[in-house]
């Protein structure tokens, strides 16, 4: 009797979704009668006894300003925050200042950026722990994504005026009115002479207008927050003027409404953290969850501030806990269609038009009270990646299982995800949340001590999870490690490897290599904090990578970096970052070396009332390798400098609570051996609140 091998490979997918559906229902039925025959002795609580308070932007548009901000459930002696900007290799260090209801606040600068993203996350330092959030940073950050209202690089770095506290002026209006204002005049000289011909001059407009309300009386919470902006040079396709930010969120005892750009919290599988236009609504108590939502991409135009119904996405999600929290279980049901090429605040490479529906279950079992944890998940989908095609509807499954085990100073946790290959959710927007066609493994094991720190974590991925014979077959395997001392009470070593191998076959099982790559990455650095509100932070990195397969690509990397954030007072303020590159290719002996720079400081000549500041970097690329198509040294030079004269007028006006008016001067170069261009600006930018 003759197999097609087609035929029988369809036969096992159709078999393997009809049992693990029942398996995901055995596993919750069995977790709960788990749950209800295991005592719950008094064991510690799981982790460290602070609790955290961090709500990640849903997203930042450029050059605008970003605020982070994160509360602690107990008084505690310093928040840090570790940001990355694209562009460099090391996280940079600032002190977060606290506010009056005992919040932590740090303003970031976001027109300083080369790309609208940046990763970062928190340390906060009490009496005998340090605790870092997420758990496992630094070798886990949040990754946050942008957009942009202007090209980038930007034509000119605009800082962010730092305002002062609030005067104590009473409310002129009944809500909370920010106004920035930005113009300068600027000219563009490409080549080594200035000449009417190699000139290009323009006038530069840029405007913020936010408007924020909150009201609360009781039971009753009201928050209100817009951003709209205008611009007379906006990218393709972008409007001069748009709101790019709404949301009005009321409270009612269980009871909350959302509406405008909303952030949904679903699962692995369907949904996370989507910050799309549209409504939600939620009830909630100890013990139950209910959600609904309709949310859609932000249509062009100003007058769609109210998103159409052409491109929606709706569902929800129902849980609840039981046995005190020791087990719950939740369902989460998404569908609609959905065209990103029309969306303003979505990003992503997905621009064909696509549909589809994705259910998901999700069991959790709490044991010895919540030291052990036991998770999982299944979730089916039909999906059409592109309507325009014939391709259609498809149907595949996911799932995944895990658990995670606390107990003072140890913790670790493993899990496994499989996901189908034509598994896909119409809310993983641009694969954020998973890839489909894949296994994918993971462990993690945590030591922390008063005095040490020790994070590792294994993960391994291989697609092509149907053995098709026809088709290559990747696997990619991650370790990831870091021990930190901390040596006293002010200064704190970082120790760190990492290892990445990543290979392709020709044929599931095997067949000639395609790809092979391997690279190990070493790290030493420290954090030394000199007065309560300032550090200063360094740190040596080496990389080395080989391939068999590409041996142009084989050589190393070494990287050093120094930087701080210095505060004197409440007059001056300095965050110097300086960083070295040097990469060496082993077949060519090719070197290329990257020296950069990052200046931001400003200084009071008048104590809250007149100040001078710059936003400043530098960046320089020496390399002996020659571009084979233009025969030129693949040199390269960016230069980009600010000065601002600040004038704060809080106190010269009954009506503004905070103003500053800002004149500005800036120089950028961008030299290579075969191009030239220097852009001159000055103008004048205002920033004010009713």
């Known amino acids: 009797m003759r197999i097609n091998l087609k035929d029988y490979i369809q036969w096992g997918a159709t078999m393997s979704r009809m049992w693990l559906f029942p398996g995901a229902a055995l596993f919750s039925i069995s977790s709960l009668l788990l749950a209800i025959s295991l005592p719950n002795p008094s064991y510690a609580q799981m982790g460290h006894a602070i609790k955290i308070e961090h709500s990640p932007p849903s997203e930042f548009v450029y050059p605008e300003s970003l605020e982070f901000s994160l509360k602690?459930?107990?008084?505690?002696?310093?928040?840090?925050?570790?940001?990355?900007?694209?562009?460099?290799n090391d996280y940079q260090l600032r002190i977060m200042k606290k506010g009056e209801d005992g919040t932590y606040h740090y303003r970031l600068d976001t027109s300083a950026l080369t790309s609208p993203e940046i990763s970062y996350y928190f340390e906060i330092k009490a009496a005998n722990q340090v605790i870092h959030y997420p758990q496992n940073a630094p070798e886990e950050a949040i990754i946050l994504k942008g957009t942009a209202r202007e090209p980038l690089p930007s034509d000119g770095i605009r800082p962010q005026a730092r305002f002062t506290e609030a005067t104590g002026v009473k409310d002129s209006l009944p809500f909370q009115l920010d106004i920035d204002s930005s113009s300068s005049w600027e000219t563009v000289t490409h080549g080594n002479a200035a000449s009417p011909f190699n000139q290009d001059k323009r006038f530069v407009t840029d405007n913020n207008v936010r408007i924020s309300k909150s009201y609360k009386d009781k039971d009753l919470s009201v928050n209100f927050y817009s951003n709209a902006v205008h611009t007379n040079h906006p990218i393709q396709d972008m409007d001069r003027v748009a709101l790019t930010n709404i949301l009005l969120s009321t409270n009612c005892r269980n009871h909350t409404l959302n509406l405008g750009d909303v952030s949904i919290k679903g699962s692995r599988f369907t949904l996370d953290a989507f910050g799309r236009r549209g409504g939600e609504y939620q009830f909630k108590t100890d013990n139950f969850f209910f959600q609904a939502f309709d949310i859609s991409s932000q249509q062009q135009g100003w007058e769609k501030v109210i998103p159409g119904s052409q491109n929606n996405l709706y569902g929800g999600a129902i849980g609840f806990n039981a046995l005190n929290d020791r087990f719950s279980f939740k369902t989460v049901y998404l569908e609609g269609k959905d065209d990103p090429a029309k969306g303003e605040n979505v990003s992503g490479t997905y621009l064909a038009k696509r549909k589809g529906r994705v259910l998901s279950f999700i069991p959790h079992l709490n044991l010895f009270d919540k030291k052990l944890g036991l998770f999982g998940e299944y979730a089916s989908s039909r999906y059409d990646m592109d309507t325009s095609d014939d391709r259609g509807m498809e149907s595949d499954d996911a799932w995944r299982v895990g658990g995670s085990f606390t107990s003072g100073y140890l913790r670790f946790g493993a899990d496994y995800n499989h996901i189908g290959r034509d598994f896909d959710s119409i809310g993983n927007q641009n694969s954020i949340l998973f890839t489909p066609d894949r296994e994918v493994y993971n462990f993690w094991a945590g030591l922390s001590s008063k005095k040490v720190m020790l994070n590792i974590k294994y993960s391994g991925e291989e697609d092509n999870v149907e053995d098709d014979p026809q088709r290559s077959t990747s696997t990619l395997h991650n370790i990831i490690s870091g021990l930190t001392f901390l040596l006293t009470d002010s200064f704190t070593l970082n120790v760190g490897y990492q290892n990445s191998r990543q290979e392709t076959h020709e044929k599931a099982g095997g067949g000639n290599r395609i790809q092979e790559k391997k690279a190990d990455d070493y790290s030493l650095g420290f954090t030394c904090l000199i007065m309560p509100s300032s550090s200063i932070h360094g740190g040596v990195t080496y990389t080395s990578t080989d391939s068999r397969t590409d041996p142009d690509t084989e050589g190393n990397t070494m990287t050093a970096s120094l930087g701080g954030s210095l505060y004197l007072g409440e007059r001056l303020s300095v965050f110097p970052e300086f960083s070295y590159s040097e990469t060496a290719f082993d077949l060519t002996d090719y070197r290329t070396k990257t020296y950069s720079g990052f200046l931001d400081s400003e200084y009071f000549i008048i104590l809250k009332t007149l100040s001078v500041s710059t936003l400043s970097s530098y960046t320089r690329t020496d390399s002996d390798e020659t571009a084979v198509s233009t025969g030129s040294d693949l040199n390269r030079e960016d230069i980009q400098l600010t000065g601002n004269l600040?004038?704060?007028l809080p106190y010269f006006s009954r009506i503004l609570k905070k103003s500053v008016l800002s004149l500005k001067g800036g120089y950028i170069r961008c030299k290579t051996d075969?191009?030239?261009?220097?852009?001159?600006?000055?103008?004048?930018?205002?920033?004010?609140?009713?």
């Open 646 to 648: 600040n004038y704060y």
């Open 72 to 88: 602690t459930s107990e008084q505690v002696q310093v928040v840090k925050i570790f940001f990355l900007r694209p562009g460099f």
């Open 674 to 690: 075969a191009e030239k261009t220097d852009s001159y600006s000055i103008g004048v930018q205002f920033d004010f609140s009713f």
